[in-house]
């Protein structure tokens, strides 16, 4: 599976964003996808996940009741909505996927990975 990211800008404190992560293959379907991000000087972290299903979402509670992942496997695309952004959501995010029915906050577990998309967000 390849992965691309998109969507990342420079926005303001409070604007919106979202971020699409368009996979390859016929097998879209088998894999529970996840955002990270990082941020510069500082580890990857989970940011959202989505199982395979399009319904068993996880979330990092940085960004709990402000962004939103969703899924459409029929364009093999999972979407990261990101509302209210602050400075300190400034990162490279990525979407990575795994072969399995759910999601996970870890990203060893995580088998595939795309380009990263830079989103900066300034107050």
């Known amino acids: 599976v390849q992965l691309q990211a998109s969507g990342g800008g420079l926005v303001q404190a409070g604007d919106s964003l979202r971020l699409s992560c368009v996979a390859s293959g016929r097998t879209f379907r088998d894999y529970a996808m996840g955002w990270f991000r990082q941020a510069p000087g500082k580890e990857r972290e989970f940011v959202a996940g989505?199982?395979?299903?399009?319904?068993?979402?996880i979330y990092a509670d940085s960004v709990k009741g402000r962004f939103t992942v969703s899924r459409v496997n029929a364009e093999t695309t999972v979407y990261l909505q990101m509302n209210s952004l602050k400075p300190e959501d400034t990162a490279v995010y990525y979407c990575?996927?795994?072969?399995?029915?759910?999601?996970?906050?870890?990203?060893?577990?995580?088998?595939?990975w795309g380009q990263g998309t830079q989103v900066t967000v300034s107050s």
């Open positions: 989505i199982g395979r299903r399009g319904y068993d979402s």
């Open positions: 990575a996927g795994k072969k399995n029915m759910f999601a996970s906050t870890n990203r060893n577990g995580y088998e595939y």
